[in-house]
Nanobody, 124 residues
Framework: QVELVESGGGLVQAGGSLRLSCAAS???????MGWFRQAPGKERDFVAS????????YYGDPVKGRFAISRDNAKNTVYLQMNSLKPEDTAVYYC??????????????????WGQGTQVTVSS
């Protein structure tokens, strides 16, 4: 079992930055970690993911070049640095963990554990 708790969301002006954190507890060894987001009335979309050993990172097209995912396994924490934020980045952001290595860490179906989400609002 893995428990995930996100933090760091809030209100920011367009062009600003935020850093989200996701603290994990439980069985986290060799878990890929990801961030997804869901705006009102829309599907939950892939944002970014990172392999258990940080060897590879993946990003959704809308955030490439602006967001950066990282992890500190010693602290069991994953981060999402969000720069150059746009109003369209407004959503609830969810942290997720796989059970083990995943073939495609951009798919929601690859993840077994989910956090409760943190709201990010970008004003224009």
């Amino acid at each position: 079992q893995v428990e995930l708790v996100e933090s760091g969301g809030g209100l920011v002006q367009a062009g600003g930055s935020l850093r989200l954190s996701c603290a994990a507890s439980g069985r986290t060894f060799r878990n890929d970690m990801g961030w997804f987001r869901q705006a009102p009335g829309k599907e939950r979309d892939f944002v970014a993911s990172i392999r258990w050993n940080s060897a590879s990172t993946y990003y959704g097209d809308p955030v490439k070049g602006r967001f950066a995912i990282s992890r500190d396994n010693a602290k069991n924490t994953v981060y999402l640095q969000m720069n150059s934020l746009k109003p369209e980045d407004t959503a609830v952001y969810y942290c997720a963990s796989t059970y083990t290595y995943s073939a495609d860490p951009s798919l929601k179906s690859s993840y077994r554990y989910w956090g409760q989400g943190t709201q990010v609002t970008v004003s224009s």
